[in-house]
């Protein structure tokens, strides 16, 4: 395998060449809270990196990747974030469903669907959940039936916060397929196309202005009998399998990213003169020492497993991101909430999107609960 300095040097390289004309128009654009910019040419760029070789970096090469380690792929989303490429617009085909199908499913289902996922032809949005079952996602409600014949499955139920739904050709969706069966038990993970009558897509206003969520409703909607992956019945098992997919190596990544936004913020401390503030001196160096102790906490697991270091990483990134929008908001001062040209700046937005970055992935709540069931040993908390 290639020396991962090497490989570094070459996607450097790569991006130094690539990102340029009408591509490098879309340098820092995408993310979460801005998926609406220039999708469609954000969707151009994911398919020129595709057929470059330079997606599902991680995926084995008789899947169609490239079969390169953790450090790889960390190098790869260093100099990502470093030359400011855009958002990529198939992060959960690439990262959490290929990842499943490979553990997962069968080789119809492999080949069926890993090359729409690795060619960014086919985008995939995620439904696990629902109004009554988020945090307590075994609570799903949303039934599948196989017809008589065996031929189909009839979907009915909704979704929520569906993440892309709108800009989706498929959803997996975890769905209760045993008639009476309770809690993890009796689910099943389907594979459903979106453009169908059984299928409506609303999309929700968040506080950002945007719709990056969905409410999905399921009446009658319809996938074919053999699109279940892992056995009808055990859908819990690889629902819980795709979520550890969702931890991914692009944390070192996103570090990046928050060590740019951070830097902007001390350059705006310092125009506007908020940096004389001691507080917001203060503030500012503490969120760079906080950044600092994010990245020495993902190099050192990097490559080993620890109880509960997925839980961790989340609360770490998580508090420390939304920090961050509610320091930029002290340093702009009043200004914070005047709209000058009718829409948030950037500083507004990452404000309000951070919001979110403590509930979405697992609440901070949900992450402390497992710490201390599964690392602390406490005794586990009473469900009513
Ligand atoms: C931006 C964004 C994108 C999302 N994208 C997707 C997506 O693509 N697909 C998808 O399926 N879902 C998605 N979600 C949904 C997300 O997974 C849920 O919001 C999350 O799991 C919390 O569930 P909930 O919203 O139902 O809140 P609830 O579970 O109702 O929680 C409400 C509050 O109660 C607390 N709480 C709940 N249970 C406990 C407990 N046992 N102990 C202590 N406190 C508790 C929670 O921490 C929270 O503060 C997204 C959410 C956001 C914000």
Redesign the pocket.
């Known amino acids: 395998m290639q020396q991962v300095e090497e490989f570094r040097a070459e996607v450097r390289a790569w991006l130094a060449d690539n990102l340029v004309g009408e591509f490098g128009k879309l340098k820092g654009l995408g993310g ?2 801005r998926e609406h910019e220039a999708f469609d040419e954000r969707m151009a760029w994911n398919r020129h990196l595709a057929a470059a070789g330079l997606t599902c970096l991680g995926w084995p090469v008789e899947h169609g990747g490239r079969g390169l380690s953790v450090a790889h792929r960390v190098a790869f989303y260093e100099e990502y974030a470093r030359a400011d490429a855009p958002d990529k617009v198939n992060h ?1 085909g690439e990262e959490l469903l290929g990842p499943t199908l490979i553990a997962f499913g069968t080789p119809e289902q492999q080949q069926r669907f890993l090359p729409g996922i690795r060619n960014v032809t086919e985008l995939w ?13 075994a609570n799903v409600a949303t039934t599948a039936v196989l017809d008589d014949v065996g031929e189909q499955w009839h979907i009915n139920g909704q ?7 709108h800009l989706s050709q498929w959803c997996f969706v ?1 769905a209760r397929t045993e008639k009476g069966s309770k809690r993890h038990a009796g689910l099943s993970y389907l594979l459903v196309p979106l453009d169908q009558p059984g299928v409506q897509i609303r999309p929700i206003v ?1 506080l950002t202005g945007t719709s ?2 969905n409410e999905v409703f399921f009446d009658d909607a319809v996938t074919d009998a053999d699109l279940v992956v892992g056995q009808p019945g055990d859908g819990w098992r690889v629902a819980m399998g795709t979520l550890t997919f969702e931890r991914g190596v692009s944390t070192l990544g996103q570090q990046i990213r928050y060590a740019r936004e951070l830097s902007a913020l001390v350059a705006l401390a310092e125009r506007n003169g908020a940096a004389e503030d001691p507080l917001i001196r203060e503030r500012l160096t503490r969120a760079w020492v906080g950044l600092r102790a994010m990245r020495s906490y993902a190099m050192a697991t990097m490559d080993v497993e620890q109880p509960g270091q997925d839980n961790v990483s989340k609360l770490l990134w998580a508090n420390w991101h939304r920090g961050l929008g509610e320091l930029a908001m002290d340093v702009i001062g009043p200004a914070g909430v005047e709209l000058p040209g009718g829409e948030f700046d950037e500083w507004q937005r990452l404000y309000l ?1 951070t919001r ?11 992450q ?2 497992i710490i201390a069931e599964r690392v602390l040993g406490l005794p586990r ?1 009473a ?1 009513g």
């Open positions: 979460p809270g959960l949005c995620q439904g696990y959940s629902e109004p009554g079952a988020g945090s307590d996602l979704k929520v916060w569906t993440s892309l739904a975890v968040q990056e969520f999107f979110s970055d403590t509930i979405y992935g697992g609440s901070n709540e949900i402390r609960n908390e469900k």
